[in-house]
């Protein structure tokens, strides 16, 4: 029987033929991802350390403002810049992705509605490279319902807010620079589901930090709890107007967060891939004298996983696309690019944990990290059982938060 060649599988970021745009970012996100964020990242795991390192390369190499526009100094990329940078991050260490994924979610939501004074403070450092920035959503009494908070926001003077309630996994948390914290009025007349976004700087009187983050993955997110006692932060810091920004959570949270988390868990699936076909052509079995690699079996397990990453990979760039683009559908198909690359990260690397043996089942081996991590996809909001709702509520034509 003739043998065919092997195809080749090389689908890296190739050197730029000219400067600028999305490849030359891809590229040089790349060369950070191989030479800064893959060293560290075992250690990352290990001692729960924020991945100060990898964040410090992206924003030196220009790259803290990139979804920021380029009128106010960022690079101007939308979610399919996100989706992909976040994949080569991921490949390495899904904290890093993640962690820069919630700073450029946090950017993306100032700069959808800054006014000049906020550019000025926030954006400028931000695309300079001075300046992290994060989401704080997330409460225990709502739990996966991040859109309802219950943390107030009250006038104490005619320059002064008052922030009171807690927050629960902020990732970045004690780290960033400022936080972007979603709240509603103090009145309890005020409406469910009103709510209001402030940026909290770092270091304002009146914020406590919870424990360390101690996570069975995402173990560099430092993903703390942050308590608000009448937490006093200027009143220009509100982003619009009060009470008027439940529009943020599906025209910028929504879709940035769930296509940061995306990219991020698409290349911790990409890397079990690579993991289980690693092994499968090293190991030699001697007793037939032949690799894991030519067991038919195998070839076509193998066959079947590297199928669903690419039919999920595709799925996630192209509604990050048709979002970028202004397509009617988008919103729907970048939730299901959530949830599709969710179930499609938790079972590749359990199915290449079996395809890997003994081996990738070692305390220390790479897939046992990639396990932890892969588990959060389904539980960071929008959880997977929410978006499902959601994808059917739209299809319907029902109201998505009706509950
Ligand atoms: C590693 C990590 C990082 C995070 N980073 C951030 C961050 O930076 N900022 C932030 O704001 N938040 C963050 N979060 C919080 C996260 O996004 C979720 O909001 C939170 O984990 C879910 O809340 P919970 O644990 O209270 O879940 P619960 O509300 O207890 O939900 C438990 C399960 O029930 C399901 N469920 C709940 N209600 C319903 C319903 N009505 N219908 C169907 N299913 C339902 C949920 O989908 C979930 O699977 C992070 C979480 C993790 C684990």
Known sequence: MPVLPAISRESRPTAPTHGGGLQSILYKVQEIAKDVVAPAAEATDRDARWPRQGIGALQQAGYGGLVVPCAYGGNGHGLLALAKVCELLGQECASTAICYGMHCVGSSVIAANATPDQRERFLTPICAGRHITTLSLSEAGTGAHFYLPQTTLEAVSDEVYGLTGSKTFVTNGGHADSYVVSAVAASPAAPVGQFSCVVLPAGTEGVKWGADWDGLGMRGNSSRTMELHGARIPRNNLLGKEGDQIWYIFNVVTPYFLIAMAGTFLGVATTALEEARRHLSRRYHTHVGASLAQAPVLQHRLGSLWAVLERTRRLTYHAAASFDAGEPD????????????????????????????GIGYRNGARLHRLLRDARAAHLMSPTTDILRIWIGRALLGQPLLSD
């Open 330 to 357: 988008a919103l729907t198909a970048v939730m299901a690019a959530k949830v599709e690359v969710a179930d499609c990260a938790v079972s590749l690397v359990n199915e290449a944990m079996t395809l890997c043996g």
